[in-house]
């Protein structure tokens, strides 16, 4: 399985605060629109079949939902499933959520997403380059697949470890390991190989005085990437 026991046990341990915006995921509820709009601009989601790869509690499982997509959030972490489905049934947005690898749903659901998102997932698994292959295989031809995860170099660990765990306290210590953040090229790397185009990278950042998100042209922490599948000739 390509997964991180120890990492799926933090999650686990959390939980039940995912839908709470003054919780450990409150980073990850104040990115949201910022991602979400990024994606829709790309391939608009009103129609579109949409696969939430690591989709954890169904933040933007459920937002894409929301924009008219036909969304289906998988996740191996059980508990966080349960809290995802809790919220579809209390929120009245219908996401399927299943508890399945990529890899799997991959073999069983190939070719028949118009739009794959793995947001925040692939610096927490031990290959991420099979997780990759499993969204390329996930996708339809044409269709578009979006990835954002950390940079791996002395910036990225100041901002997104020293200071977002330990100074700034807006995540649990522990919560990365530097070891496998990715760095773009690698990740083009791994998009190439799975036979994807790279479309296109954005950076996100955050300033601690005003505390607020916004997307810019610097990748050298947080990164957004935008891939599609080639139309088969």
């Given at each position: 399985m390509n997964a991180d026991p120890l990492e799926l046990q933090k999650f686990a341990e959390?939980?039940?605060?995912?839908?709470d915006p003054t919780s450990e995921f409150r980073p990850l509820h104040e990115i949201n629109p910022l991602r979400l709009e990024w994606i829709n601009a790309r391939a608009p989601l009103a129609g579109k079949n949409v696969i939430d790869i690591g989709c954890g509690g169904g933040i933007l499982s459920e937002s894409m939902a929301r924009k008219g997509a036909t969304v289906t959030g998988i996740d191996?972490?059980?508990?966080?499933?349960?809290?995802a489905d809790l919220h579809s049934l209390e929120s009245g947005v219908q996401v399927r959520y299943k508890l399945i690898a990529a890899e799997e749903m991959a073999a069983q659901e190939a070719g028949q997403y118009?739009?794959?998102?793995?947001?925040?997932?692939?610096?927490?698994?031990?290959?991420?380059?099979?997780?990759?292959r499993a969204c390329a295989?996930?996708?339809?031809?044409?269709?578009?697949?979006?990835?954002s995860t950390l940079n791996r170099n002395p910036k990225a660990y100041l901002f997104a470890v020293i200071g977002a765990e330990y100074i700034l306290r807006m995540l649990p210590k522990g919560t990365h390991d530097y070891e496998k953040f990715i760095t773009p090229s690698e990740l083009s790397q791994f998009i190439r190989s799975a036979g994807?185009?790279?479309q296109g990278f954005k950076g996100m950042g955050y300033n601690p005085l005003t505390k607020?998100?916004?997307?810019?042209?610097?990748?050298?922490?947080n990164y957004l990437v935008a891939a599609r599948r080639p139309l088969e000739v």
């Amino acid at each position: 399985m390509n997964a991180d026991p120890l990492e799926l046990q933090k999650f686990a341990e959390l939980a039940h605060r995912w839908w709470d915006p003054t919780s450990e995921f409150r980073p990850l509820h104040e990115i949201n629109p910022l991602r979400l709009e990024w994606i829709n601009a790309r391939a608009p989601l009103a129609g579109k079949n949409v696969i939430d790869i690591g989709c954890g509690g169904g933040i933007l499982s459920e937002s894409m939902a929301r924009k008219g997509a036909t969304v289906t959030g998988i996740d191996l972490g059980e508990k966080a499933l349960k809290v995802a489905d809790l919220h579809s049934l209390e929120s009245g947005v219908q996401v399927r959520y299943k508890l399945i690898a990529a890899e799997e749903m991959a073999a069983q659901e190939a070719g028949q997403y118009d739009v794959v998102t793995c947001m925040e997932m692939l610096e927490h698994v031990p290959d991420p380059g099979a997780i990759v292959r499993a969204c390329a295989a996930l996708v339809k031809p044409g269709g578009h697949v979006f990835f954002s995860t950390l940079n791996r170099n002395p910036k990225a660990y100041l901002f997104a470890v020293i200071g977002a765990e330990y100074i700034l306290r807006m995540l649990p210590k522990g919560t990365h390991d530097y070891e496998k953040f990715i760095t773009p090229s690698e990740l083009s790397q791994f998009i190439r190989s799975a036979g994807l185009e790279v479309q296109g990278f954005k950076g996100m950042g955050y300033n601690p005085l005003t505390k607020i998100y916004s997307l810019n042209d610097d990748t050298s922490v947080n990164y957004l990437v935008a891939a599609r599948r080639p139309l088969e000739v």
